[in-house]
């Protein structure tokens, strides 16, 4: 099991940029997979991003393409989200979670991630 704790949200203009960063303890932080996602107001949750252990592969969801970025530090056992040209539709609670296994064809299912951190709310004005 590992424990997840996100920090970095706030409330940002249009435009803006704001980091998320996910810090990871219990599991080996380089043995599994990370993933973004997030709950607007109303909706379901949603995938952003994800990363695999060793950070070589990378997959974002279309709508934050060329937006944001994730990366992972597996000396500080943190992975992080650059949310850059951020726009109202991003305002949402956003969670990092962690994925244990081989598989990369599910990566953006919620239900393959086993451990969730609480949130952190990302709020962009218009």
């Known amino acids: 099991q590992v424990q997840l704790v996100e920090s970095g949200g706030g409330l940002v203009q249009a435009g803006g940029s704001l980091r998320l960063s996910c810090a990871a303890s219990?599991?080996?932080?380089?043995?599994?997979?990370m993933g973004w996602f997030r709950q607007p107001p109303g909706k379901e949750r949603e995938f952003v991003a994800a990363?695999?252990?060793?950070?070589?592969?990378?997959r974002y969801a279309d709508s934050v393409k060329g937006r944001f970025t994730i990366s992972r530090d597996n000396a500080k056992n943190t992975v992080y989200l650059q949310m850059n040209s951020l726009k109202p539709d991003d305002t949402a609670g956003y969670y990092c979670?962690?994925?244990?296994?081989?598989?990369?064809?599910?990566?953006?299912?919620?239900?393959?991630?086993?451990?969730w951190g609480q949130g952190t709310q990302v709020t962009v004005s218009s």
């Open positions: 219990g599991r080996t932080f380089s043995s599994y997979a």
């Open positions: 979670a962690a994925k244990y296994g081989s598989s990369w064809y599910d990566i953006e299912q919620p239900v393959k991630y086993a451990d």
């Open positions: 990363i695999s252990w060793s950070g070589g592969v990378l």
